[in-house]
C-alpha cells in the first residue's frame, strides 16, 4: 500500500474513515491504513492522535482505542464563529481586510469562508472602495441565522474510505480466521464499500459507452 504522510490531515482523513458509524479506531489500524511502518512515522502518528483526543476530536475507550466524535469542530471553528458575528454586527461597506484586523484572523481564511457565505447565500456584494476592495454587506439570511454556519470538512483523500476497505481485507486474510464469523463479516462489510463506489462507476461508463454506440449507429 502506498505510504501517506502522517500529517494531521490525513490522520483525521483516514480517522473519520476508519471511525464510520462509532467503530473503535486502534493506533494498529491507523498505521495499516495509512501504509505507515517506520517507528518514527508511527511516533508522530501517535502524537497527532493525542493532539486530537485532546482537543475532543476523539474519545479514549476503556481498552485503549478510540472512537472519532464526529459532531466535533477543529479550532478553526472559533474563528468561523468569530467572523460569523462580526458580519452579523456589521453595517454594509466592510472588506475582507476589516473583518481580518477585528477578528485577529488571517486574510486567507476570512476570504475563504466570506466566499462560501457569499456562494450559500448569507452575504452580497455593496459595491467597491477607494483602493477598489469589494466590499459587502449581510443579507435577510444570515440576519435570521443567529448559529454560526459552517463550510462541509473538505475530504483529502477521495478514496479514503476505499483504500481503508482494501487495507482491512489484506489484514484480515493474512492475519484473521478467514472460517470466523467475525472475519467473514468485516470482509463483507469492505467488500461492500469498494463494490459501493466501483460498481457504480462501471455502470456508469457501460450507460456512457452505449449511448455512445448509439449516436454512432444513428
Known amino acids: 500500500m502506498k505510504k501517506q504522510q502522517p500529517t494531521l490531515d490525513n490522520i483525521r482523513a483516514t480517522v473519520q474513515a476508519l471511525g464510520a458509524d462509532g467503530k473503535e479506531i ?25 493532539t486530537m ?40 461597506g466592510w472588506s475582507v481586510q476589516d473583518c481580518a484586523l477585528m477578528t485577529r484572523a488571517s486574510y486567507t481564511h476570512v476570504l475563504r469562508y466570506v466566499g462560501w457565505l457569499e456562494g450559500e447565500g448569507f452575504l452580497v456584494r455593496a459595491g467597491q472602495d477607494e483602493k477598489r476592495a469589494v466590499l459587502y454587506r449581510n443579507t435577510e439570511k444570515a440576519r435570521s441565522t443567529p448559529e454560526t454556519p459552517y463550510p462541509p470538512i473538505r475530504e483529502s483523500d477521495p478514496f479514503a474510505k476505499e483504500r481503508v476497505a482494501a487495507a482491512s481485507i489484506t489484514r484480515l486474510m493474512l492475519c484473521a480466521n478467514p472460517y470466523a464469523p467475525k472475519t467473514a463479516r468485516e470482509i463483507t462489510e469492505a467488500c461492500k464499500v469498494l463494490l459501493a463506489r466501483f460498481e ?8 456512457k459507452n452505449e449511448n455512445e454506440e448509439d449516436c454512432h449507429v444513428e
Open 26 to 50: 486502534s493506533h494498529a489500524l491507523v498505521f495499516e491504513a495509512m501504509g505507515l511502518e517506520t517507528e518514527s512515522d508511527k511516533a508522530i502518528a501517535r502524537a497527532r492522535v493525542t
Open 53 to 92: 483526543a485532546k482537543h475532543g476530536e476523539l474519545t479514549r475507550t476503556e481498552r485503549g482505542s478510540f472512537i472519532y466524535n464526529s459532531r466535533h469542530r477543529p479550532r478553526q471553528a472559533k474563528l468561523h464563529a468569530a467572523i460569523w458575528r462580526f458580519v452579523r454586527a456589521s453595517k454594509p
Open 200 to 207: 457504480k462507476n462501471a455502470a456508469e461508463n457501460r450507460t
